[in-house]
């Protein structure tokens, strides 16, 4: 069993077999990189690149993966500190192309997003962008091959970027802007070495915080590309080979596809297409269009697709395929009274517990007489414990991810605990915050069936405390093959009277 770690930060040497086989020596070290340094409340601070991750592991463990058991997706939000919401530099796609590139262009072999879903990360599109990264890199298989060739900044060839080529000859470009924090636009041309040698590919453009890795000698199934300025997507082998190409829209890219001269063409969609043919190869030039364009060659189909259409481009490992995405109304909750979409059942009323032993008072000031809502809450200081129930039947085909929102009057100082299914699944702080909405995943909470919500209100002052707001949200929904109507009562074990004896 090999030992690993976790290294905070670059800021040391740690000991790996490769550095000094001594005794507890790591066999594969770890480096963990938060290299953003970004605000959640000055969008333009940070977004500074580490170019000297490749250096940093052959001075310590060259003979190892190139391992981050932790870099940055997002960013944990401490008590007391900005929503979510507010730390739009974090969620920005951004982040995903030019931190998860730079890391492809430094030879990384392994790679753990801290979060890739949670912390300040809870934006879509910067995980569908990732979703795209992590295609490229699942077929492309030379990768796994490949060795440095360059690395830095002001690389002769191509201006601001890296490099590295593999033993089988396939070639990745990663380019990426000289200042990592540009917002600029920079147009430029490389040079790329191929097998039919050095290729001039003009007018490339990374527009802003934007990168992107070029390819030469890329084969898929029974095709190779002799060269691509534009992003590889994914490739698949059907009853023809399948590539796919993306861009954002107003972009011009170039490849080559090394092909007869008398390789014929049709161009189905949007973007301006120009082919070009030679002995050796088709050189196509293009403009992306909206949507899709598809470029068909006898034997192989190529996609190409505007970014944000990429983003709903749904690959599986062994076949490529679009997937339908179907969108699913809300689940409005209010305090008492709410029908469930789906369901002709009202969720019941708060009910206020707390009176053990029932009529029997053992609590002389409040007396017996509970019955409220977290709406109504304590005029003065204490604590109170409520409960309701609410049933669920959403489509067993979707993926609808589920949370709680609560707010309270600005000035509120309490805390409340809450409940769900028996689990405790949030804290809510509002004199404090941020954090205002508390995500519960299914097998906590049923999707299809009964739900229990309890929360318990502890107002700190005089003043008392109630709650404005407390209800069920969706953060979206997404068709799936998981079966989410399943039975996970085993999960959730009810009250019963052998609990007294704790009481």
């Known amino acids: 069993m090999p030992f690993t770690h976790n290294e905070k930060g670059m800021r040391t040497m740690s000991w790996s077999t490769d550095?000094?086989?001594?005794?507890?020596?790591?066999?594969?070290?770890?480096?963990?990189?938060?290299?953003?340094?970004?605000?959640?409340?000055?969008?333009?601070?940070?977004?500074?690149?580490?170019?000297?991750?490749?250096q940093w592991f052959s001075n310590y463990s060259y003979t190892q993966p190139n391992y981050f058991p932790e870099f940055e997706a997002g960013y944990f939000t401490p008590w007391g500190g900005s929503f979510p919401d507010d730390c739009v530099a974090e969620h920005n796609p951004a982040l995903a192309d030019v931190y998860y590139k730079n890391n492809i262009g430094q030879r990384t072999t392994l790679l753990s997003l801290y979060m890739a879903w949670g912390g300040t990360n809870w934006v879509i599109d910067k995980f569908y962008l990732t979703k795209l990264i992590s295609l490229f890199t699942r077929v492309s298989t030379d990768l796994l091959k490949t060795y440095m060739v360059g690395n830095g900044t002001g690389y002769a060839a191509f201006g601001p970027g890296r490099f590295e080529i593999p033993i089988t000859n396939a070639g990745f470009y990663t380019v990426q802007q000289a200042t990592s924090n540009s917002r600029g636009s920079v147009t430029f041309s490389a040079s790329l070495n191929t097998s039919e040698g050095v290729v001039t590919i003009p007018n490339i453009n990374l527009n802003g915080r934007q990168s992107k890795i070029l390819v030469t000698d890329y084969k898929f199934g029974n095709h190779t590309l002799l060269y691509s300025s534009a992003n590889v997507l994914t490739s698949g082998i059907f009853d023809v080979d399948i590539l796919v190409l993306y861009l954002q829209e107003g972009q011009v890219r170039q490849f080559a596809l090394k092909t007869t001269p008398e390789a014929t063409h049709s161009v189905f969609g949007t973007s301006e297409v120009s082919v070009v043919s030679a002995d050796s190869s088709t050189t196509i030039t293009y403009?992306?269009?909206?949507?899709?364009?598809?470029?068909?060659?006898?034997?192989?189909?190529?996609?190409?697709?505007?970014?944000?259409?990429?983003?709903?481009?749904?690959?599986?490992?062994?076949?490529?395929?679009?997937?339908?995405?179907?969108?699913?109304?809300?689940?409005?909750?209010?305090?008492?009274?709410?029908?469930?979409?789906?369901?002709?059942?009202?969720?019941?009323?708060?009910?206020?517990?707390?009176?053990?032993?029932?009529?029997?008072?053992?609590?002389?000031?409040?007396?017996?007489?509970?019955?409220?809502?977290?709406?109504?809450?304590?005029?003065?200081?204490?604590i109170r414990f409520y409960t309701t129930t609410v049933h669920l039947n959403i489509d067993s085909d979707l993926d609808v991810p589920l949370g709680i929102e609560l707010t309270a009057p600005?000035?509120?100082?309490?805390?409340?605990?809450?409940?769900?299914?028996?689990?405790?699944?949030?804290?809510?702080?509002?004199?404090?915050?941020?954090?205002?909405?508390?995500?519960?995943?299914?097998?906590?909470?049923?999707?299809?069936?009964?739900?229990?919500?309890?929360?318990?209100?502890?107002?700190?002052?005089?003043?008392?405390?109630?709650?404005?707001?407390?209800?069920?949200?969706?953060?979206?929904?997404?068709?799936?093959?998981?079966?989410?109507?399943?039975?996970?009562?085993?999960?959730?074990?009810?009250?019963?009277?052998?609990?007294?004896?704790?009481?």
């Open 410 to 503: 600005a000035g509120t100082v309490a805390r409340v605990m809450i409940w769900i299914n028996s689990y405790q699944y949030g804290k809510y702080v509002p004199h404090i915050g941020p954090q205002t909405k508390f995500p519960v995943p299914p097998r906590i909470i049923n999707n299809r069936g009964l739900n229990t919500v309890a929360l318990s209100l502890w107002a700190m002052t005089d003043a008392g405390a109630k709650l404005d707001t407390v209800k069920l949200i969706q953060y979206s929904a997404y068709q799936t093959d998981f079966t989410f109507g399943q039975d996970w009562s085993y999960l959730q074990p009810d009250w019963n009277a052998r609990r007294l004896q704790y009481a």
């Open 19 to 54: 550095l000094q086989n001594v005794e507890d020596a790591v066999n594969v070290y770890g480096l963990d990189s938060y290299p953003g340094g970004f605000s959640c409340t000055n969008v333009n601070s940070g977004f500074n690149l580490v170019r000297t991750y490749y």
């Open 287 to 382: 403009t992306q269009g909206s949507g899709r364009t598809v470029l068909k060659f006898e034997g192989v189909l190529i996609y190409l697709l505007e970014q944000k259409t990429a983003w709903k481009f749904w690959a599986p490992a062994t076949a490529t395929y679009e997937q339908s995405h179907r969108g699913y109304c809300g689940l409005p909750w209010s305090r008492s009274n709410t029908y469930r979409q789906g369901s002709r059942e009202p969720a019941s009323k708060w009910k206020a517990q707390g009176n053990a032993g029932g009529s029997a008072n053992l609590n002389p000031v409040h007396s017996t007489f509970n019955l409220s809502s977290p709406a109504v809450g304590l005029a003065s200081s204490g």
